[in-house]
Each structure stands twice: as structure tokens, then as C-alpha cells.
């Protein structure tokens, strides 16, 4: 079994190789091969070159390294006028598998992803609420043994665990920086933590970034778009040419914290009226319970995500009054999207995240209509208003692909390769 030459002892360097910063600077030459792969079936070297623009001595290259790790295999031949046929690749989605799990304070939602980005169990978990870190990490590692079991894997198949959740994080150190939902998440041991418990590799990433990675896994092969992402919060994330923008420690592009309004209220996060308290469901659930009326006919008083989603399905029910605050939050998110698609020019905007599991439709229309009347660029390109694929668990599925990635993407990848090779 290819992967269990790679067991690693938790806290080696090779692991701190999967996190590292450093990996995202190198050029993913591996990661692209394999997506194209994925994408296409079966494919010759002479394709695959032609399409990435590699040179065939590094396309050989790439993929010998591909065949070493395992993940890819010859499947057949394909005639060709010249006499020699030429040898088809095709990817070995049972090779490895990676598992996925976004949080935050409202929702838990965990995934076990093979190679080729197929699901094969998905489970939702309880969401964390204000309880602390480390009955948490208990709680996913159960879970994530329970996935284990149910897709019938053993640990030597799994690479890892992908953490997709909120921000400030300090991805390098596998850690939150923010007190939130108590002081204790402050610098706790996330990744390390289930590392331990678990007997996997563990790397956090920020959920928007994620989704967005989780969008390209799932089949979105546009190779730069946004993803507008809304949970518990409103955050936002950029693929460029096919790889995410991640600044200089993979906390930009908060769009829930970019204000909308300089006199508005402060925001936990230093900065006043951040679009996540007038657009996200924190501004929705406050107005809804603003109204009495409203707030007892919906049965609100749950948890900020709970309420949201009772708000959205009253609205697609006809209730006239939720229906009011989603359009405030519609059009509100849709103006701060325009700036986001202002400064990267994309073409395209996903929408993803729990948010948006009933109601997306509503927001992308809105959404759609905005883009289309206002973004600077409207009279040269076009803007795409979607849904992801997979609204609820985009962001799952890219933290697991996360997992595949940093390993494509670092020098263990060539260790590795050698190793089993
Ligand atoms: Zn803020």
C-alpha cells in the first residue's frame, strides 16, 4: 500500500512541510497536472502538455512523480496518424483520500473526499456553539473515526484532515487568533490537538478560501472567480489562475469586515459598520428581532444561524416582512461584491456556505441583477452571479482538498515520490 510508507509521526518535519507557507510559492506544477487529469478521464502526455503550456520534458516529469505517488496510472492507448499510439492517463480516485471539516460557532459539517473530489461520507455534527476547544476536537476526532468506519478506510489510506473555518488563524501554527467563542480558542492547539487524537495530519484554512478550492474540486474549472461565503458570517475569497490569493497569511479578502457605513456601529473586529452586522445574518436575526410580530411568528431566539435560516424560509414562503430584511441583506452584499469584483476583475462570483442552503437562489438573483448594472468592467466582460455545486458543503470538501494540495504543493511531495517511487 502506497500510503503506508508515508505514516508519519505526528509533529515531524515532513508535516510542518504540509503547512508551510513556503508551499504555496512553489509553482503547483503537480496539482494542475493532476486537476487536468481529474477533469479530463483519460488524457495523453501530449494533451496535457499542450494544455498547461509545460514543456513535455517537465509534463514527463510531472506525471513519473504522479505515477510514483500513485495517484495516476496508464488506462489505455489512443491511435494516432503518425503509428505510435499514445499512452492514455487516468487518475486512481481510490488511491487517497482526504477528509474535510468547516465550522464555526453554528454549524459543523465534516466530508471524507477520495482523489478524484468525490464525497464518499458526509456527516453533519453538532455545531460548536460556546463550548470549549478541546471538548471540540474530541467531538471531530470521534467523528472523523466514525467517517473513517463508515467509508471503510483505515488510516493509512487518509493523508489528512482539512479544518475550514474562521479567521484571524494562524495557519502556520494550526491555531485561531481570535477569542471567539471564548478566550480559550485564543492561540489553542487546533491542528496539533487532533493530530494527536486522531493520528492524522492536520491544516486549517480560512472557510471562504476553502469554498473556493472546494468549488474547483467539485468541477468549477474557471480558473479565477470569487466566492462570496456566508455562514455564521460573511467572508469572501479569490482563485487567480487557478490558485487562491491568500495575502501574506491567508487573512484578506474579509469581506464581512470591510465598512459599509464609517459612522455605523462598532464591530468586534476594531472596525465600524462592517458589513457582516448590516448584511450577514447578524444584522438580519437583530432586525428581525426588532419586530415582536415577526420574532414570534417565526419562532426565533435559536442561534444566530438557526434564526437566519428560519428568516430565508419564511421568506420563500411568502412572509412579507422577513422577506423585507432579506432584500436589505441582498442588496447590501451584492453593492459590497461589486467592490470585491472592482479590484480583481473576475468574471465570476460563487456563492457558498450554509447561509445560503435554502435562499441562494434569492441572493444570486439579487446579486446578478447588481453586477450586471454596476461593476466597472460590465461593457468588457461580463459577471457571472452561481451557486457552488454544493452550497452546504463546498467549504468541507475544499479543506480536504487543501490537505492534497500542500502536499502537491511542497517539497515532501518530491520526498514522497522518491520514497515510494
Ligand atoms: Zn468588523
Known amino acids: 500500500m502506497v500510503f503506508g510508507i508515508a505514516r508519519r509521526k505526528t509533529s515531524s518535519r515532513k508535516e510542518a512541510a504540509l503547512r508551510s507557507f513556503g508551499a504555496d510559492t512553489r509553482m503547483p506544477t503537480l496539482a494542475i497536472v493532476l486537476d487536468l487529469i481529474r477533469e479530463r478521464g483519460a488524457v495523453s502526455r501530449v494533451e496535457l502538455a499542450d494544455a498547461t503550456g509545460l514543456t513535455q520534458a517537465t509534463m514527463t516529469h510531472a506525471v513519473r512523480k504522479l505515477m510514483a505517488l500513485g495517484f495516476v496510472h496508464e488506462v489505455g492507448t489512443m491511435p494516432t496518424n503518425r503509428g505510435t499510439p499514445r ?50 476536537v474530541a467531538e471531530f ?81 474557471t480558473s479565477s472567480f470569487a466566492v462570496v461565503f456566508m455562514s455564521g458570517g460573511i467572508g469572501s475569497g479569490v482563485i487567480l489562475d487557478g490558485r487562491p490569493y491568500r495575502g501574506v497569511t491567508s487573512n484578506g479578502l474579509e469581506l464581512g469586515h470591510i465598512s459599509v457605513d464609517a459612522t455605523g456601529p462598532p464591530c468586534h473586529c476594531g472596525n465600524r459598520g462592517c458589513l457582516d452586522e448590516v ?24 442561534d444566530l444561524l438557526t434564526d437566519f435560516l428560519r428568516i430565508a424560509r419564511a421568506t420563500l414562503d411568502g412572509d412579507a416582512a422577513a422577506a423585507e430584511l432579506i432584500a436589505v441583506s441582498t442588496q447590501r452584499l451584492a453593492v459590497a461584491t461589486v467592490t470585491l469584483v472592482n479590484l480583481f476583475d473576475v468574471g465570476r462570483v460563487v456563492l457558498a456556505g450554509n447561509a445560503f442552503a435554502d435562499i441562494g437562489p434569492v441572493y444570486r438573483d439579487a446579486l446578478q441583477e447588481v453586477l450586471d448594472r454596476s461593476v466597472f468592467m460590465r461593457d468588457v466582460h461580463t ?29 515532501f511531495a518530491e520526498q514522497r515520490a522518491t520514497a515510494v517511487g
Not at 473555518?165 to 492547539?189: I, N, S
Not at 467549504?395 to 500542500?406: P, T, W
Open 141 to 221: 476526532a470521534e467523528h472523523v473515526r466514525a467517517m473513517l468506519d463508515d467509508a471503510g478506510l483505515t488510516l493509512p489510506q487518509v493523508l489528512g484532515i482539512g479544518l475550514a473555518t474562521y479567521g484571524p488563524q494562524d495557519r502556520e501554527a494550526g491555531e485561531l487568533v481570535v477569542p471567539l467563542p471564548t478566550p480559550t480558542w485564543v492561540g489553542y492547539p487546533l491542528a496539533a490537538t487532533l493530530e494527536a487524537a486522531t493520528g492524522l495530519p492536520v491544516v486549517i484554512e480560512n472557510d471562504a478560501t476553502a469554498a473556493g478550492i472546494g468549488v474547483q474540486t467539485l468541477g468549477g474549472s
Open 383 to 411: 459577471v457571472q452571479a452561481e451557486l457552488a455545486g454544493d452550497v452546504t458543503q463546498a467549504a468541507a470538501i475544499g479543506g480536504a482538498a487543501v490537505v492534497l494540495r500542500n502536499l502537491l504543493e511542497s517539497p
Open 279 to 302: 448584511a450577514g445574518p447578524t444584522g438580519v436575526v437583530r432586525s428581525a428581532m426588532a419586530d415582536p410580530a415577526l420574532a414570534a411568528r417565526l419562532g426565533l431566539g435559536a
Open 87 to 136: 499512452r492514455l492517463l487516468g487518475l486512481r480516485p481510490e488511491a487517497c483520500y482526504m477528509v474535510g471539516i468547516q465550522f464555526d460557532l453554528y454549524s459543523a459539517v465534516g466530508v471524507v473526499v477520495d482523489l478524484a473530489g468525490r464525497v464518499v461520507v458526509e456527516r453533519r455534527m453538532p455545531a460548536p456553539g460556546e463550548r470549549e476547544p478541546e471538548t471540540i
